[in-house]
């Protein structure tokens, strides 16, 4: 997998879901047809439909900019942390967290060993590598 399809599939572990600007009568999109990822309930100001459901738009005012896109997992410590809060595996490393927490450190522990660095100090990169390995999402 490429780096940006290992950031997508952590994103949608993280309930990130797939979305399509749409226009109508009242709302007028600057992306018409343009895919972009949010959270669910985080709408943008336009009108957008949730890809999957191919539901009817739904409009809200939301304060997300228009190229809403999910974090930077390989080089954001902040967005790992979130990722590791969500799932579990912040909690602690005798894996008395989440199912799979023992697996995660177990994981981390390989990626840093790998760098030569310390379970406590591995990078964001280390961090989302053992994240999709440990949910096997790659």
């Excluded at 993280?14 to 749409?22: A, D, L, R, S, T």
């Amino acid at each position: 997998m490429t780096p940006e399809q290992k950031r997508i599939a952590i994103a949608e572990a993280c309930g990130w879901e797939w979305y399509i600007h749409v226009e109508s009568d009242k709302v007028k999109s600057a992306h018409p047809g343009h895919r972009f990822m949010s959270l669910p309930g985080e709408w943008m100001n336009y009108m957008a439909v949730r890809e999957a459901e191919g539901s009817e738009p739904v409009a809200d005012t939301s304060k997300l900019p228009p190229s809403a896109n999910p974090p930077d997992y390989f080089n954001s410590l902040d967005a790992m942390h979130e990722a590791e809060k969500r799932h579990g595996f912040n909690r602690d490393i005798e894996g008395r967290g989440a199912p799979n927490s023992f697996t995660y450190w177990r994981a981390l522990f390989q990626e840093t060993r790998i760098s030569g660095n310390v379970i406590h100090c591995a990078t964001a990169a280390e961090r989302a590598e053992a994240f999709g390995k440990t949910l096997k999402l790659w």
